[in-house]
């Protein structure tokens, strides 16, 4: 009975969140593009913007990473509806997953057709340079949790979806060929979620590579899983901003994520483009 609440709680509030957006003119985006560390930059793109802080928004929380703004950014970019997440609430931060997972219920709720999830992560393959990007084609959620533990929402998805095709293939090929053709280097790979905040052990590395992943990260997951479970397309792209633990022998900090990406952004807006644009 307490589940059944907390899952009747849960709706009502992304019905509060979505249909205070709608109030303000946010509604059915095109495509909704959710940030990751370092790519917060991105969102200026955005013509017409309606900027909104998550604290103003009900429900919605910001999260405590110094380098994620905390917006969203709704307007017209490549003549289609976008909706920015400038910064994310990552699951490390509660330890609560429908936190984690809410901002994508909320995107959901107002009829996103596709989503982009980008991120930050370590690089785990060690045929692979950092500081360039990977198309994810599949994902490992190590976090313990899922977003769709409870009892379902029957309004936004099946009680058992299906996840074999969570990164849309057809999508991913026709990035991965306008990537080749402007002489992008896009690596095309599986994304592994740890729950952080503290980063992986080389050990942990180790397993990861062990059991197919080429990155290792803190976030992207709990997103992918609720918009798949709602029949959304779904990009992710990933910022192999340094080497996983025990790839290169030294240690790891957050501050070489932000610094690292500062390097990237051109390429990250190009491939973003596509993705949006395809």
């Excluded at 929380?61 to 990552?90: C, E, N, P, W």
């Amino acid at each position: 009975m307490l589940n059944a609440y907390l899952r009747e709680n849960l709706a009502e509030r992304v019905r509060e969140s979505a249909g205070f957006l709608k109030s303000k003119g946010i509604e059915s985006p095109d495509v909704a593009v959710i940030l990751g560390s370092g790519l917060n930059d991105y969102a200026d793109r955005i013509e017409n913007p309606i900027v909104l802080s998550y604290d103003d928004i009900p429900n919605m929380q910001a999260g405590a990473v110094s380098d994620h703004r905390g917006k969203l950014i709704y307007g017209t970019y490549l003549g289609k509806k976008v909706l920015l997440m400038a910064g994310r609430f990552h699951y490390y931060e509660s330890g609560d997953m429908d936190k984690a997972a809410f901002p994508a219920r909320v995107l959901v709720a107002l009829g996103t057709k596709r989503f982009i999830i980008t991120n930050a992560a370590g690089c785990i393959n060690k045929n692979w340079e950092m500081g360039n990007l990977m198309l994810i084609k599949d994902h490992i959620n190590l976090s313990g949790n899922n977003p769709l533990i409870g009892p379902n929402l029957d309004e936004y998805g099946p009680r058992f979806p299906d996840m074999t095709y969570t990164y849309n293939p057809e999508l991913r090929e026709k990035l991965m060929k306008r990537a080749d053709e402007e002489g992008i280097k896009l690596y095309e790979g599986v994304y592994a979620m740890f729950t952080g905040p503290s980063f992986e052990t080389p050990a942990e590395i180790n397993f990861g590579r062990t059991i197919g992943a080429d990155a290792a990260g803190m976030s992207t997951v709990p997103e992918a899983i609720i918009a798949n479970h709602a029949g959304c397309e779904i990009i992710g792209i990933t910022f192999l901003s340094n080497m996983a633990a025990g790839v290169l022998d030294q240690p790891l900090s957050g501050a070489e994520v932000t610094e690292a990406a500062t390097h990237i952004q051109d390429i990250f807006a190009k491939v973003a483009d596509m993705a949006i644009e395809i």
